[in-house]
């Protein structure tokens, strides 16, 4: 790779990791991203990476290994091009293929022959082929012969050490056999090793494969501590058996519902495409529904939570302690503590967040909050715990009267400190497995 100029365009949670591995690598990166804030945060340090990747970012700029740029047509430049833009969904889940549409049809108008394209971003099943290798062929570029196009899924998970993109294997699906091959040799600087495919379109499967089987999985275990809750047995007494089978049986956890760019997501755009050719998905559209609904089912335990204190709703004072999608990282995307904020300030509440990680926020009904910077030093009537930070001191929940804890992990972290009577611990999760991303 040393000395080959390789465009990455995109240059978020995804594109900038991409970028370091393949600057890693020798390459000279093009970094491409529409936003100028984003590039000016990128220049000064100012993302949010692992200590290991502020580092390596360091030193690659500080040796102009990375050049960033607002401008797409700079790929014109580039041998290899690496599409790492967002695909999220919008209010309706419906996906929305706007940044994903302009970064491909940049690229295409911007082609040269011998380039490869590589596109990373979660999309539908036949995607590749319709906004890349068709678009291409209009052009006169043949794929495999005149350029070498190919879906490489990202599976990145944001500030989690033990699961470092370099360390998990790369799935490659090639239009054509030299088409995987050649993205095969890009991608393996990112990836442990690689997997080829026969296809984009196994490859595109593969990812929403992966992240269905999650949804899916961590909807069952909400609806499962539900009954275990009723039942009156210990979630995680439960699941921690149930882990001890070595065959047959994956633990997933639940919690307070589920935030991020993946599993919140990527289901709708399998759901999204066999809606329009009329087949039916029965488990996934029955998983999805319970997921959306799971910030709303946590307002509702929480009015129940107060009510056992012997108060109302009406004016009570609630804070929603941690409010990112998961543990250590700054990330509010789909976070389901913005809903939670939603549901209890439409019932009444005077609410209030709590996180280290995040200044301020906007809830999908656009109320503006700033963070409570000493919680512990006020009284609640209820705090919601939504996400527990790494290093952060819960001890001072014990001074509360009534904690409402959807993930269980508070009340390990205080004992002896809080009272089981006092607090609300319905369900479980393990310090390496989180619902909430």
């Known amino acids: 790779m040393r000395g080959r100029h390789i465009a990455v365009v995109g240059m978020g949670y995804v594109g900038l990791p991409t970028a370091l591995s393949l600057a890693d690598g020798g390459a000279q990166i093009i970094g491409c991203d529409i936003s100028e ?14 200590d290991r990747d502020h580092a390596r970012l360091a030193r690659h700029l500080e040796a102009d290994r990375i050049e960033l740029t607002s401008e797409t047509s700079a790929t014109t ?13 919008d209010a309706h889940q419906t996906p929305d293929l706007t940044a994903l549409r302009s970064a491909c049809e940049s690229t295409v108008a911007n082609a040269m022959m011998g380039q490869s394209v590589v596109l990373t971003s979660t999309t539908y099943v036949g995607c590749t082929r319709d906004l890349l290798i068709r678009p291409l062929e209009t052009l ?95 979630i995680l007494e439960v699941i921690g058996a149930a882990t001890t089978k070595p065959f047959g049986f994956m633990p997933f956890y639940p919690g307070a519902g589920v935030g991020g760019h993946c599993i919140p997501c990527d289901p709708h755009y399998l759901l999204w495409q066999l809606r329009a050719r009329r087949l039916d998905s029965p488990v996934v559209n029955t998983a999805m529904a319970a997921i959306v609904a799971r910030p709303r089912e946590i307002a509702r335990r929480a009015r129940e939570v107060l009510g056992e204190t012997g108060r109302q709703i009406l004016g009570a004072k609630v804070l929603v302690l941690g409010v990112t999608y998961k543990p250590g990282v700054a990330d509010l995307r789909e976070s389901p503590a913005l809903s939670i904020l939603d549901e209890l300030a439409s019932a009444g509440a005077l609410v209030s967040f709590a996180d280290p990680l995040v200044e301020s926020l906007h809830t999908p009904n656009s109320r503006y909050l700033e963070c409570e910077k000493n919680p512990q030093s006020a009284a609640w009537d209820l705090v919601v715990v939504h996400t527990v930070h790494p290093a952060e ?7 509360q009267p009534a904690v409402l804890d959807p993930s269980g992990r508070i009340r390990d972290m205080t004992r002896p ?3 089981s009577a006092r607090c609300k611990c319905e369900e479980a999760i393990t310090p390496n497995e989180t619902t909430l991303g």
């Open 37 to 50: 804030t984003r590039i000016a945060e990128i220049k000064s340090g100012r993302v949010d990476l692992l």
């Open 417 to 419: 400190y809080l009272p």
């Open 140 to 234: 006169g570029f043949r794929a495999g012969r005149d350029v070498f196009v190919a879906f490489s899924p990202e599976r990145i998970d944001p500030g989690v050490e033990a699961h470092v993109p370099t360390l998990t294997p790369r799935v490659v699906g090639g239009a054509t056999v030299a088409c995987g091959e050649r993205a095969a040799e890009v991608m393996r600087h990112t990836a442990q090793q690689t997997h080829i495919v026969s296809s984009p379109e196994a490859a595109e499967m593969t990812k929403l494969l992966e992240n269905t089987f999650r949804a899916v999985n961590i909807a069952l275990a909400n609806e499962l501590s539900d009954a275990a809750r009723e039942l009156k047995v210990d």
């Open 393 to 399: 001191d819960y001890t001072w929940l014990a001074r």
């Open 77 to 89: 430049d580039a041998e290899i091009v690496v599409i790492c833009v967002p695909t999220p969904i």
